[in-house]
């Protein structure tokens, strides 16, 4: 039973106030078929939209089956209308981009009936107002009448027991007219039903009570009913749209306008493309540059030199310290270079770990010792001191270049390497993997030497001298020339003379210094390098093994000036005061530590290089800072430092085509709010039939929900075509084959970025749309 008690409501547009309910007090019985009559204006409307829960009374009271609705919250009213109440308008307010089915279907929607049962209802509905055989039509397929009685079926199918009925037969003709207005009486059985109307002919043949309606008041009453004392038996069953209903009810609307969809997930999507395809770029060429690089540069030997620098002792500004005032003194700061250099302890016991280092990951170590050997030899009964590493060549800056690559490999200077020694010879063997053999052998005893090329089979003229041949530039020279070519090693004491002052000289040379040599060299191949890939790191000049080096340091070791220089602080040969690293230098070239200047352990291949660098940390393990000995891999420095490159690139290219999506972001927004005001209409059918505003933002939600993950599909989509193109037009500038790479995960987060964009972009429109008052957008056309 519903009552009316004293309503009051009134609608205030600028000075003027309109009373459309004044001080209303009806009663209704649970069935009977009441119409308000009533001129234009008068508030017929105003009330039904009240008593339906549509809009909100000022003062007064709205009892429904004996309970007070004064206290009502919005879901309560939401939950009312859905339950309680069935509206029919005048202008039927189907939602035309659903098919009739799913316009019935819609409130039970609401009230989480099952698809099944909803389907039922439905049908029974339909089958009521006679539109059986035209359910799956669209509305703008069916006549007035017809779109008419759908929209009874809709009012019917949630089965309330009020149906309030909106001038129902304003647009139709007359017999229409009658028809619709028998299918309302027959309903009228089993619930109350309240209908507006201005039309007297049609009230007075079919309602059972006729109220008067004049500037909001009651006029008359034909058949007023006082009810008894009432208990409150009203129950609600609150509603709620769930998220797949919201997406399937935003998903029809979306594909009643597909040309513009298509178009905006378009051009929302070319942030996501242009992104994309930067990912799939920066990840192929990472790829590119791991694989080429970690291949190449894998077997870059690992080096241990004496002095190591220690990037994570240098230490950051102070930040404390920025923008210092003048304090009226300067203070005296640390050498950074110092503190940042590390001195290895290079020891007997470290280069036996070394030497134990697993064949199968490193079969190829080199030492650099530091020697200086005197050597001779003969040339046409002639005897001549010997180089292996001239001074000096030239300055160009190519020396620069050359000296850079240098520094980690040959302790001797340019002129002269030491090969690495091959642990084991069943394995891979430095020399054979990466030089050819021009003519003569390979080296097998400590003595044979072997003379290094560049790529064209070149070599520098005074590399040649300092060999004690002869040569003129440009001049081609038979290989013969320098195979079989033999050197002499002098032992110290042989070499050097001692003068009276302490000091020692290289004595004059002689015949019989030659002679009396045991050390003799030979060269025994000339070699070069293989490829441009190959680890060329040999200087070019003579090559010589580490045995040899050891096997004159062993000779040298107690020579006199190897005593005599171990005691003082003074160059034995020059003079000079020297610091210790310089005695260190100067004891190491005259042969008297055998202790190497340097180590290189060359990987055997890239899964090798992991093993050797953990072997080396596993010495440092649970050692003092100082007495750590800290390597250089060069592979990683260059590796880390392109990746580091393309990083920083690829972080600026996202960026800026993270602009495009702010942009589809605004422009989703803006489409957001254009369907808001499309579908203002249907915002209100769903407040009549009980969406609540999470509902009716969740249907906004799911729009642009809908149009970002299709947004987003759409742009890897096309993202993923693009590479093919991409690739191909890469591969016939830089030989590369397959660069641009789209990782499925980028694929997948860009799809999801794209949803959460378009959403957030969508949200505000939606939550608008959310605050619409049902009333007011029921009465928008
Ligand atoms: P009827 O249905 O009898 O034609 P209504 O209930 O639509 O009458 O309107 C009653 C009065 O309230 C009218 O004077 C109308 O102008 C006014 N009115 C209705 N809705 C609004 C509104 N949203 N804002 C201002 N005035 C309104």
Redesign the pocket.
């Given at each position: 039973m519903l009552q009316l008690k004293d309503l009051r409501k009134s609608?205030?547009?600028g000075d003027t106030v309109?009373h459309?309910l004044d001080d209303v007090s009806i009663s209704f019985r649970n069935q009977e078929f009441v119409a308000i009559l009533?001129?234009?204006?008068?508030?017929?409307?105003?009330?039904?939209?009240v008593v339906g829960g549509l809009d909100r009374y000022d003062s007064g009271d709205l009892i429904i089956n004996g309970k007070s609705t004064k206290n009502f919250k919005e879901t309560d009213w939401d939950a009312y209308r859905n339950n309680s109440v069935g509206f029919v308008f005048q202008n039927y307010n189907l939602i035309s981009h659903l098919s009739i089915i799913a316009n019935v279907e819609l409130g039970m929607n609401l009230s989480g009936v099952s698809a099944t049962e909803r389907h039922k209802r439905a049908m029974d509905a339909l089958t009521q107002v006679g539109l059986k055989e035209h359910i799956s039509k669209n509305p703008n397929q069916l006549s007035g009448g017809q779109m008419q009685r759908v929209a009874i079926a809709r009012a019917l199918a949630n089965d309330p027991d009020i149906l309030l009925c909106?001038e129902p037969t304003g647009a139709l003709d007359t017999e229409t007219s009658e028809q619709i207005m028998k299918l309302i009486k027959e309903l009228s059985k089993d619930r109350l039903v309240v209908m507006?109307t201005?039309n007297p002919k049609l009230a007075q043949e079919y309602a059972t009570r006729i109220v008067n309606?004049q500037d909001?008041k009651v006029l008359n009453d034909s058949n007023p009913f006082i009810p008894k004392e009432e208990k409150d038996t009203f129950k609600l069953k609150h509603t709620k749209m769930s998220y797949w209903n919201a997406i399937k009810l935003s998903f029809t609307n979306i594909m009643t306008k597909k040309g513009r969809t298509t178009l905006t997930a378009f051009a929302s999507s070319i942030g996501i493309i242009s992104i994309a395809v930067v990912l799939a770029l920066s990840n192929g060429f990472q790829k590119q540059i791991d694989t080429t690089m970690s291949k190449a540069l894998a077997k870059y030997p690992v080096t241990i030199n004496q002095t190591a620098t220690d990037a994570s002792s240098v230490t950051d500004r102070d930040e404390s310290e920025k923008n210092v005032k003048n304090r009226g003194y300067l203070t005296v700061e640390k050498d950074k270079m110092q503190e940042s250099t590390h001195q290895n302890k290079i020891n007997p016991e470290y280069v036996n770990y070394i030497k134990k280092i697993n064949p199968n990951y490193a079969n190829n170590i080199s030492y650099q010792r530091g020697i200086n050997m005197n050597l001779l030899t003969r040339s046409k009964n002639k005897i001549k001191r010997v180089q292996f590493s001239p001074i000096s060549t030239s300055s160009d800056s190519s020396q620069a270049a050359a000296q850079m690559r240098m520094q980690a490999i040959s302790a001797t200077g340019l002129g002269s390497s030491v090969f690495p020694t091959t642990l084991n010879s069943s394995k891979s063997n430095f020399l054979k993997e990466n030089y050819q053999l021009l003519s003569g052998a390979w080296p097998h005893k400590a003595t044979d030497l072997v003379l290094v090329t560049d790529n064209e089979n070149k070599l520098n003229i005074n590399i040649i001298k300092n060999l004690g041949l002869k040569a003129k530039a440009g001049e081609k020279l038979n290989y013969q020339k320098f195979v079989g070519k033999k050197f002499k090693v002098v032992d110290n004491d042989d070499y050097y003379q001692k003068l009276p002052t302490g000091m020692f000289i290289p004595q004059k040379i002689s015949n019989s210094m030659y002679d009396n040599s045991k050390t003799q060299m030979q060269i025994v191949g000339v070699i070069r390098p293989k490829d441009e890939n190959s680890m060329a790191l040999l200087s070019s000049g003579i090559a010589y093994s580490d045995q040899l080096s050891q096997k004159i340091i062993k000779k040298n070791k107690k020579s006199e000036i190897v005593r005599a220089q171990k005691k003082t602080e003074q160059n034995v040969m020059t003079g000079q005061d020297m610091n210790a690293r310089e005695k260190k230098q100067m004891l190491q070239s005259i042969g008297g530590s055998t202790i190497p200047t340097s180590i290189m352990i060359y990987p055997n291949d890239f899964d090798a290089k992991d093993k050797v660098l953990d072997y080396l940390d596993r010495w440092n393990q649970g050692k003092k800072k100082k007495d750590k000995i800290i390597y250089t891999d060069m592979s990683r420095a260059v590796t880390s430092m392109t990746g580091g490159l393309l990083n920083g690139v690829t972080t600026v290219l996202v960026a800026f085509a993270a602009i495009s999506l702010v942009t589809s972001m605004i422009m989703i927004g803006i489409l957001t709010y254009t369907s808001v005001l499309e579908r203002t209409k249907e915002i209100g059918i769903l407040k009549a039939l009980g969406a609540r505003k999470k509902d009716i933002t969740r249907v906004f939600d799911a729009e642009t929900f809908i149009l970002g993950v299709f947004s987003g599909i759409l742009g890897v989509v096309v993202a993923w075509l693009l590479v093919f193109p991409i690739n191909s037009i890469l591969y016939s500038i830089t030989d590369l084959a397959n660069v641009a790479q789209l990782n499925p995960i980028h694929a997948l987060i860009l799809i999801l970025i794209s949803t959460v964009l378009t959403m957030v972009g969508g949200h505000l429109p939606a939550r608008m749309a959310a605050k619409k008052?049902a009333?007011?957008a029921l009465?928008s056309e």
């Open positions: 609608y205030h547009v309109t459309a009533g001129p234009s204006g008068s508030g017929k409307t105003t009330l039904l939209n909106d507006v201005h309606f909001g008052d009333a007011i009465r």
